[in-house]
């Protein structure tokens, strides 16, 4: 499997690569099934296979058998647990980190990130992001959002602009808003509901 490597952090070997061990290293006190991992990044069970036996190869993820299971975690007793999961939080960390922040906001149907993040984690070259931008369609409270934003700041270690715009906005078969034509003529990676 010959992949090109991921513009959010060029030393791995792909981009499922990078989500695997995201999701693993920031959720450290959990294990999961293959089935389960592939479904959290959004990737192929062949690929989270694949990427699941070389990282374990390579003494990054520790692997058992429960069953016809094989369940997947971050190894948390080496010397390099807490430079990767520091590195890992600053490339990779915003989609498991958003993820689990966003769903427990109510009245989101969709969240997105978008800008410089969202172009390196699509592969598209440039130096690393030095802020995340995620847009949330829907009405949740700001407040809230306010609180997610400081909570995804402090763990990824860079400023966090969330943007709230409604349903219809998002929706509208014309916008004629030119932030939101922006945004949706340029790569974007889904936190919550569909692309």
Request: proline share 4%.
């Given at each position: 499997m010959r992949s090109v490597p991921p513009a959010l952090l060029p030393i791995l070997r792909s981009q499922v690569a990078g989500d695997l061990l995201a999701l693993l290293y920031l959720h450290p006190e959990d294990e999961y099934s293959?089935?389960?991992?592939?479904?959290?990044?959004?990737?192929?069970?062949?690929?989270?296979?694949?990427?699941?036996?070389?990282?374990?190869?390579?003494?990054?993820?520790?692997?058992?058998?429960?069953?016809?299971?094989?369940?997947?975690r971050a190894v948390t007793d080496s010397p390099l647990t807490r430079p990767l999961t520091d590195l890992l939080a600053v490339t990779y960390g915003p989609l498991p980190v958003?993820?689990?922040?966003?769903?427990?906001?109510?009245?989101?149907t969709e969240a997105y990130i978008y800008g410089s993040w969202a172009a390196r984690y699509h592969g598209e070259p440039g130096p690393a992001p030095a802020d995340v931008d995620v847009l949330v369609i829907g009405s949740a409270d700001l407040d809230d959002l306010d609180e997610v934003g400081d909570e995804a700041q402090a763990t990824l270690r860079r400023p966090v602009n969330l943007r709230r715009i409604r349903p219809?906005?998002?929706?509208?078969?014309?916008?004629?808003?030119?932030?939101?034509?922006?945004?949706?003529?340029?790569?974007l990676v889904t936190v919550v509901g569909s692309a």
């Open positions: 293959l089935t389960e991992a592939a479904g959290a990044i959004g990737a192929s069970l062949n690929a989270v296979h694949y990427e699941a036996d070389k990282l374990s190869e390579g003494g990054l993820i520790s692997t058992r058998k429960r069953g016809n299971l094989r369940l997947i958003l993820s689990d922040l966003l769903a427990k906001v109510s009245g989101i219809e906005t998002w929706n509208a078969s014309d916008p004629t808003d030119p932030f939101i034509k922006s945004v949706k003529s340029r790569p």
